[in-house]
């Protein structure tokens, strides 16, 4: 076999091979279902199949003879996330997000608190400053609401008092008005925050999910109130909710 017919026959190999990764990804199946959901020989499915078990990346269940996802492919997933910290992550998320003149902040939930671990100031004339390592409130901010989304309504009654602090007129002071909201947010996919916080300040979140599509931490872009409209509102909903969704997917999340 010359060297072309060689590198085209390993790049089919190949691409097969990462081809049936993808499509156990959702669920075991057996040799004939991958073959045929893949259009190709079951011989060569089997051929493939074999291979990636004795490197460890499939494995053959007993009960069935199904194949799944095998250690091998399990480690490299793992070793990915941790080459790739949420702060690195998150840091060209905002970095984009202050481009669109949106200031941006990563933030995690500690202690029934948001504790702000990064903060990138927008590039527009005028911005929303919160210094990393700042503690703020759950109940009033987009952070903290997009994060608590992520917990069940048990879980937030128990992290959380049954009254919170009025810090403008704006903000919701009882467990109740808040678990409303939260279920709102939850079909939606993102939080909103007008003037809740901080008077003059409307900001959106969104939830960031790891591997096992848990709450890790939230993403939000912060804008003076009185510059917000129809288009810059949706505008800056939109561009959160992709850079959470990447950040989380880049985490594992699927």
């Known amino acids: 076999m010359d060297d072309k017919k060689k590198n085209t ?47 460890g990346y499939l494995e053959q269940r007993e009960s069935d003879a199904r194949y799944c996802i095998g250690y091998k492919a399990f480690q490299v997933g793992t070793t990915f996330a941790s080459q790739n910290d949420l702060h690195s992550l998150a840091l060209p998320e905002l970095e984009a997000l202050a481009e669109l003149h949106v200031t941006g902040f990563l933030g995690v939930l500690r202690n029934a608190t948001i504790v702000y671990v990064l903060a990138v100031e927008g590039t527009g004339p005028v911005a929303v400053k919160r210094r990393p390592g700042t503690v703020t409130h759950a109940h009033s901010t987009a952070l903290g609401k997009a994060l608590l989304s992520g917990y069940t309504d048990e879980e937030i009654r128990a992290l959380l008092p049954e009254h919170f602090p009025q810090l403008t007129p704006n903000t919701t002071t009882s467990i109740e008005s808040l678990l409303k909201e939260i279920h709102q947010i939850r079909r939606d996919g993102y939080a909103l925050n007008d003037q809740e916080n901080r008077v003059g300040v409307f900001s959106v979140g969104a939830v960031i999910r790891d591997a096992r599509e848990r709450p890790m931490a939230a993403l939000s872009g912060a804008i003076p109130s009185n510059l917000v409209n129809d288009a810059l509102k949706q505008e800056t909903i939109q561009a959160v909710i992709d850079a959470a969704q990447r950040i989380s997917r880049r985490l594992g999340c699927p």
């Open 9 to 55: 026959a390993e790049n089919q190999s190949v691409s097969r091979a990462l081809a049936i990764m993808d499509i156990l990804a959702t669920g075991p199946l057996g040799v004939r279902q991958i073959a045929k959901q893949l259009g190709f020989a079951p011989s060569i499915a089997q051929r493939l199949l074999t291979t990636m078990c004795n490197a």
